[in-house]
């Protein structure tokens, strides 16, 4: 069984100063960066996911754009994979499951961005695919959402959608957790 790492939409825009600041995105990126780090030290397959806007009217991810690259601390090394997208799952219209499966990969562990979206619609899609997975709790960052009128911060719309995944969908811990069971 291979264990690969996907590593979710880890973009300039989502930080500071980028089109679409998230909360907690530079304490986040540390830890994929420990993820990979000992992806790398291992030799296993990872996979950049690399969300490029295509809709009309797009304000982040613009193509061509700084925003839009991977951010530095976790750029893609010679050989590991990087899957563009253009909706939230990462695998809708992507190579991403050709390449997991090429890899001989069952097992994925997963960190990135946006938790309540993309990151969201890719571990609930890569469960339904039969991949045992796990998401770190701290490599992920979000925002504050608005419903009704009502405004959910954004510790708020993390712990819940980490919740909601958890168990079903993903074993959730943190980044040292996740290093130390590999």
């Given at each position: 069984?291979?264990?690969?790492?996907?590593?979710?939409?880890?973009?300039?825009?989502?930080?500071?100063?980028?089109?679409?600041?998230?909360?907690?995105?530079?304490?986040?990126?540390?830890?994929?960066?420990?993820?990979?780090?000992?992806?790398?030290?291992?030799?296993?397959?990872?996979?950049?996911?690399?969300?490029?806007?295509?809709?009309?009217?797009?304000?982040?991810?613009?193509?061509?754009?700084?925003?839009?690259?991977?951010?530095?601390?976790?750029?893609?090394?010679?050989?590991?994979?990087?899957?563009?997208?253009?909706?939230?799952?990462?695998?809708?219209?992507?190579?991403?499951?050709?390449?997991?499966?090429?890899?001989?990969?069952?097992?994925?562990?997963?960190?990135?961005?946006?938790?309540?979206?993309?990151?969201?619609?890719?571990?609930?899609?890569?469960?339904?695919?039969?991949?045992?997975?796990?998401?770190?709790?701290?490599?992920?960052?979000t925002r504050a959402l608005q419903?009704?009128?009502?405004?959910?911060?954004?510790?708020?719309?993390?712990?819940?959608?980490?919740?909601?995944?958890?168990?079903?969908?993903?074993?959730?811990?943190?980044?040292?957790?996740?290093?130390?069971?590999?």
């Amino acid at each position: 069984m291979t264990t690969a790492l996907v590593l979710i939409d880890l973009q300039n825009d989502y930080f500071p100063g980028g089109a679409m600041e998230l909360v907690g995105s530079e304490e986040a990126v540390v830890q994929a960066q420990t993820l990979l780090a000992a992806f790398r030290a291992r030799g296993w397959p990872v996979f950049h996911i690399q969300h490029l806007a295509k809709r009309a009217g797009a304000t982040f991810f613009i193509p061509g754009t700084k925003g839009a690259d991977i951010h530095a601390a976790v750029a893609p090394a010679a050989g590991e994979g990087v899957v563009t997208k253009h909706f939230p799952s990462s695998f809708r219209e992507t190579t991403l499951l050709e390449g997991l499966r090429g890899a001989g990969a069952t097992r994925l562990v997963v960190a990135g961005m946006m938790t309540h979206m993309c990151v969201d619609t890719s571990v609930r899609a890569a469960a339904d695919l039969g991949f045992e997975c796990s998401l770190a709790q701290d490599g992920c960052a979000t925002r504050a959402l608005q419903f009704d009128g009502q405004q959910v911060d954004a510790a708020q719309v993390q712990l819940a959608y980490l919740a909601a995944l958890n168990g079903s969908f993903a074993k959730v811990q943190s980044a040292q957790a996740i290093v130390a069971g590999l």
